[in-house]
């Protein structure tokens, strides 16, 4: 009773610190709705996709069923070469590793999945679909899916939070991993206690803790939240070149699709309310850490505690 009791309160200033968030968070839209109300609304049909997802040169695309749903991926290189694993974060899907695909090819079998719930991947509807136990599965089950023992595991944000997992848990299948702006749960955790100005960083996590209210506001200005992300000054892209605009219309051909941006954020309503419990001591395989400077939403301070995990 003492730890369901403690969970309860957690829980508890979750939802709290997730309405405080989100009533911010609406005070921000509605006046950006105000400012622009007829452009907040307007939406652009996307029925075909971009040029740039279908070049061929990033790869072939394949679906696989790993535990219960079928999964696309984009693979590239030998299917004979050892496995290199790309998992994807939020807001991404298997296109983010575009460059991965090419460079990789040449000694590895490079396969880009879209994670649960993004793009061609099948979206189971109910929340608790999304749970970091479900995920890790997918992951287990989508290596032997693939023809192969074990892999070079290689993500990035929420792939890296799952990669971790997997890592922890099923330690067999993963060769050698790659983390890309991710802490593991316990350095997370750590420096949250030392340093509580991440979670004005995180504030995110708690907004998406409400319902509808986090699509509604991803959803306005016609995705402009994807402009922001990957063209302007925010989301840490100085350069626009490394976005085009076609590459950008790709990532909202994406989210427009019919309940994809609640499967998105699916994943993070899970966090809180189903855990995971993961094996305790240090990791065996080799690990690369790497940490891009600029990252709006985690402090770059925590690659550096990654020593000895």
């Known amino acids: 009773f003492k730890y369901i009791k403690m969970a309860a309160v957690s829980v508890g200033i979750v939802y709290v610190v997730a309405v405080f968030f989100g009533l911010l968070a609406t005070c921000v ?26 070049d061929t040169t990033l790869g072939t695309h394949h679906y696989v069923l790993a535990n219960g749903i079928r999964f696309h991926y984009v693979s590239a290189g030998k299917d004979s070469k050892p496995l290199m694993l790309l998992l994807h974060g939020f807001p991404e899907f298997w296109f983010c590793w575009r460059h991965q695909l090419k460079e990789f090819a040449k000694d590895y079998r490079v396969v880009a999945v879209d994670m649960r719930g993004y793009n061609e991947t099948e979206r189971p509807p109910n929340k608790n679909d999304y749970t970091l136990d479900i995920l890790h599965k997918d992951i287990a089950e989508l290596v032997p899916a693939l023809g192969h023992n074990t892999c070079t595991l290689v993500a990035h ?24 702006n991710c802490p593991q749960t316990s350095v997370f955790q750590k420096f949250v206690r030392k340093n509580p100005r991440q979670i004005l960083k995180s504030w995110y996590l708690f907004m998406f803790q409400l319902p509808w209210l986090p699509e509604f506001m991803l959803k306005l200005h016609d995705y402009a939240f994807l402009d922001g992300a990957f063209c302007k000054k925010a989301g840490c892209v100085h350069n626009e070149a490394f976005f085009p605009p076609d590459q950008v219309e790709a990532y909202k051909y994406v989210f ?38 600029c990252d709006v939403a985690l402090d770059k301070t925590m690659a550096d505690m990654h020593t000895s995990v």
């Not at 839209?29 to 279908?54: N, W």
């Not at 890592?167 to 991993?177: D, F, G, I, N, R």
């Not at 994809?260 to 993961?278: D, E, G, H, S, V």
């Open 256 to 293: 427009s699709k019919p309940g994809a941006a609640t499967a998105a954020i699916n994943y993070y309503r899970c966090m809180f309310t189903n855990p995971t419990k993961l094996p305790r001591g240090p990791l065996t395989m080799p690990i690369l850490v790497l940490w891009g400077d």
């Open 29 to 54: 839209t509605f006046i950006g709705i105000l400012r622009h109300p007829l452009r907040a609304f307007k939406k652009h049909r996307r029925d075909v996709p971009p040029s740039c997802l279908l």
């Open 157 to 180: 944000d929420w792939g890296a939070i799952v990669a971790w997992g997997v890592a922890a848990k099923h330690p067999q299948l993963v060769e050698k991993l790659v983390i890309m």
